[in-house]
């Protein structure tokens, strides 16, 4: 783990292939996707190893503006049902990478950035541990609370 990783470990009280479908299940993750005041209208998954996604997650901007914020990025790896390797990054709507000044996020953003998600059953209740790799030291807070709204927002719609 370096300084630019954010790393999350959640247990769910859900099976593995329940927690796996809401990652790799467009109509799922539109459920889940984004914090808690941002809704994700717009999700489209190629879920193989080479296939691309594009996101969108609507909500406040850094100015309080209800705005668009699109991400891309391919799936390198995917081990049914432990483990998800995906590049991430900023987009445009038809899905061309964008640097994070794009949306006026602040910080040292590589065009790329790693997602590793993997999934532990023990006895009926899943842990997921997320890494997320490339992320500016400035923002780590503010991008580990996102995630965790996000996860809050998986548990209610596993239920």
């Given at each position: ?26 109509k799922y993750f539109a459920l889940w996707w984004g914090p808690k005041a941002f809704t994700a209208p717009h999700v489209e998954l190629d ?47 038809d899905g061309n990478v964008m640097p994070a000044s794009y949306y ?56």
């Open positions: 783990m370096t300084e630019k990783d954010i790393l999350i470990t959640r247990t769910f009280d859900a099976h593995r292939e329940l927690l796996w479908r809401a990652w790799t299940d467009a879920f193989r190893a080479g296939g691309r996604y594009l996101f969108c997650m609507r909500g406040p901007g850094p100015d309080g503006v209800t705005r668009d914020f699109w991400s891309t990025g391919v799936y390198k790896e995917i081990e049914p049902p432990d483990r998800i390797v995906l590049t991430d990054s900023f987009a445009d709507k006026g996020m602040p910080g040292e953003w590589p065009l790329e950035m790693t997602v590793e998600v993997t999934f532990e059953e023990h006895g009926g209740k899943t842990m997921m541990t997320l890494r997320h790799t490339g992320i500016p030291r400035e923002m780590m807070g503010e991008c580990q609370t996102g995630w965790n709204e996000s996860f809050d927002k998986l548990e209610e719609s596993l239920k």
